[in-house]
């Protein structure tokens, strides 16, 4: 072979690992890039259920704080502490408890309260003192009833359930 043959096929051959070494670069770069996509789509995936994770933990953390704050004997006695700081006794027709559920760790106590002739404002401040209760309490069923003698008073009938642990 002569120098300028060797020069050639040289050339040629430097083209053609340069075109060889660009594709397999393309490749590794496209390859790369769909990595990436994917875990950053990973990463949202678990900033959304780290971000529910503590929204859960906060949950469980505000009931647990809940159902060691105070220790009532049961469902009427919560009633009573719920209804006593807003003057609301006298109003109080009846609280009738209806039923109490076991389960593995708490119990869960059930009550009919029924409420006649309060306002909508004493009505607001029932459900406020009920959901900020010191204590694990939740309302089961509401009826609010206008009251035939006064249509600005409501007759609440409504099931309360008292969660304890046991």
């Given amino acids: 072979m002569k ?3 060797k020069k050639a096929l040289l050339r040629i051959s430097g083209f053609v690992f340069l075109a060889v070494s660009c594709s ?12 990436l996509r994917a875990m950053l789509s990973r990463q949202k995936e678990f900033a959304l259920l780290r971000d529910e994770y503590l929204s859960l933990r906060g ?16 469902v009427v006695q919560a009633v009573d502490e719920i209804m006593g700081p807003l003057g609301m006794k ?5 609280v009738k408890p209806t039923a109490i559920k076991e389960m593995k760790d708490v119990t869960e106590e059930e009550a009919e309260v029924q409420i006649e ?9 029932i459900f406020y003192r009920i959901e900020n209760a010191p204590m694990a309490l939740s309302v089961k069923r509401a009826d609010l009833k206008t009251s035939f003698e006064n249509p600005a008073r409501l007759n609440i009938t409504m099931t309360l359930a008292l969660i304890k642990q046991k």
Avoid at 24 to 35: C, K, P, T, V, Y
Avoid at 68 to 74: D, F, P, R, S
Avoid at 90 to 94: C, E, G
């Fill in 59 to 74: 949950k469980v953390a505000f009931a647990e704080s809940k159902k060691n704050l105070m220790q009532v004997k049961g």
């Fill in 3 to 5: 120098i300028p043959e």
């Fill in 24 to 35: 397999i670069l393309f490749a590794l770069s496209l390859s790369a890039e769909r990595d």
């Fill in 90 to 94: 006298q109003k109080i027709r009846s």
């Fill in 117 to 125: 002739k309060a306002d909508m404002n004493e009505a607001v401040n």
